[in-house]
Nanobody, 124 residues
Framework: QVQLVESGGGLVQSGGSLRLSCTASGFTLAYNDMHWFRQAPGKEREGVSCIHRNDDKTDYADSVKGRFTIYRDNAANTVYLQMNSLKPEDTAVYYC?????????????????WGKGALVTVSS
């Protein structure tokens, strides 16, 4: 059974850091393009970052460039999102997703496996 399970969310003060983890089961994460999306209350889901399966090329939304870093640990079958210098506008539910070979970046509509999400709350 294919599953993506996120962890590492929580409450942090503005300027703080969190690291989200997404562990895959039922498939090999290294062979897939992996994505992080987020959805803030009352807003549409947006792409945050992704990492390509072949060369680990990464992509970031302009709003998080220079603050967030995506990377994978193939041995752990896990992809991470290190989030530094967090801002209140980063408050959202963060989702891990994959569309297998859809590339990086890609739209949410192209994903077909999603985690249940991890809530990140940044207080001012």
């Amino acid at each position: 059974q294919v599953q993506l399970v996120e962890s590492g969310g929580g409450l942090v003060q503005s300027g703080g850091s969190l690291r989200l983890s997404c562990t895959a089961s039922g498939f090999t994460l290294a062979y897939n393009d992996m994505h992080w999306f987020r959805q803030a209350p009352g807003k549409e889901r947006e792409g945050v970052s992704c990492i390509h399966r072949n060369d680990d090329k990464t992509d970031y939304a302009d709003s998080v460039k220079g603050r967030f870093t995506i990377y994978r640990d193939n041995a752990a079958n896990t992809v991470y999102l290190q989030m530094n210098s967090l801002k209140p506008e980063d408050t959202a539910v963060y989702y891990c997703a994959t569309g297998r070979y859809v590339g990086c970046p890609a739209a949410a509509a192209d994903m077909f496996f999603w985690g249940k999400g991890a809530l990140v709350t940044v207080s001012s």
